[in-house]
């Protein structure tokens, strides 16, 4: 099997070969789910075989607590606004992306602002945990968290 010139976002990756028939690759995931498709050619170009892997990469998170957008150690109404600026108004960056993600589905959005609102006023359910005390993400997801000054991070 040949290995063609392989590109990820325009820029050529070069496999390295570790046994006759064997080679890895080192590739910048981006955070997520990645797709990885193989494509097997012969010596003259066409393709005879193909596969591919889904990699999911999760960053490196500090400990956090759910719904704290603010990262300040308490749940409050600041944190919906908080979150609200940031997607909407611009200029507010969230130390901790994750944290703000109130109804873990591993996306920030006006669901997650609506969620916590509807928990403070209305006494419905509680975000998942780490909610209680800090803690790490049960349900991996590509939002990062480099920081949280509420838990000490
Ligand atoms: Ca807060
Ligand atoms: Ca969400």
Not at 51 to 62: G, R
Not at 64 to 86: E, K, M
Not at 87 to 97: D, H
Request: hydrophobic share 45%.
């Amino acid at each position: 099997m040949a290995v063609e010139l392989i590109l990820q976002n325009g820029a050529p990756v070069l496999p390295r070969w570790f046994v006759r028939n064997g080679w890895e690759l080192q590739v910048d995931l981006e955070p997520g789910l990645n797709a990885v498709a193989l494509v097997g050619l012969d010596r003259d170009g066409a393709p005879v075989g193909q596969d591919s892997i889904d990699v999911l990469y999760e960053p490196a998170s500090a400990p956090f607590r759910r719904g704290d957008a603010s990262s300040d150690g308490q749940v409050d109404i600041a944190d919906p606004v908080r979150l609200l600026f940031h997607l909407y108004a611009g200029g507010v960056e969230l130390t901790c992306p994750r944290s703000a993600d109130s109804d873990d589905d591993g996306a920030l959005g006006v669901t997650d602002a609506i969620f916590l609102l509807r928990y403070l006023f209305q006494g419905t359910a509680a975000p998942a945990e780490p909610f209680a005390a800090c803690g790490s993400d049960a349900t991996p997801d590509a939002l990062g968290c480099a920081a949280f000054a509420g838990c000490g991070g």
